[in-house]
């Protein structure tokens, strides 16, 4: 089994940037696949960026060109690069864990089984 521990959250006013992580341990290389949701009060959880072990990425079209998604070298380390924060990226953001998926199926919560507990994001206007 796999846990995820999130940590890098915080509060920052907008326009400024974040640097999220996600520490992967135990049977880590079934993780093959991880990706960052978010949840804001009120919201349904949404995909925000995505990447395999095979180096392909997604990423929703509301963090596209400023939010990255990337890996350690050990890929025991998932980080989440977010510039430009507006106050609409404030939210709980987790980071789950899976097998191999479909490019189509990396931003669907649906197919992760494996959750970290969250580390919250707010952005101030």
């Known amino acids: 089994q796999v846990q995820l521990v999130e940590s890098g959250g915080g509060s920052v006013q907008s326009g400024g940037s974040l640097r999220l992580s996600c520490a992967a341990s135990?049977?880590?290389?079934?993780?093959?696949?991880m990706v960052w949701f978010r949840q804001a009060p009120g919201k349904a959880r949404a995909g925000v960026a995505a990447?395999?072990?095979?180096?392909?990425?997604s990423y929703a079209d509301s963090v596209k060109g400023r939010f990255t998604i990337s890996q350690g070298n050990a890929k025991n380390t998932l980080y989440l690069q977010m510039d430009s924060l507006k106050p609409d990226d404030t939210a709980m953001y987790y980071c789950a864990a899976a097998g191999f998926l479909s490019w189509w199926a990396l931003l669907q919560g649906s197919a992760y089984k494996i959750w970290g507990q969250g580390t919250q994001v707010t952005v101030s206007s």
């Open positions: 990447i395999r072990s095979d180096g392909a990425t």
């Open positions: 135990g049977y880590t290389y079934s993780a093959y696949c």
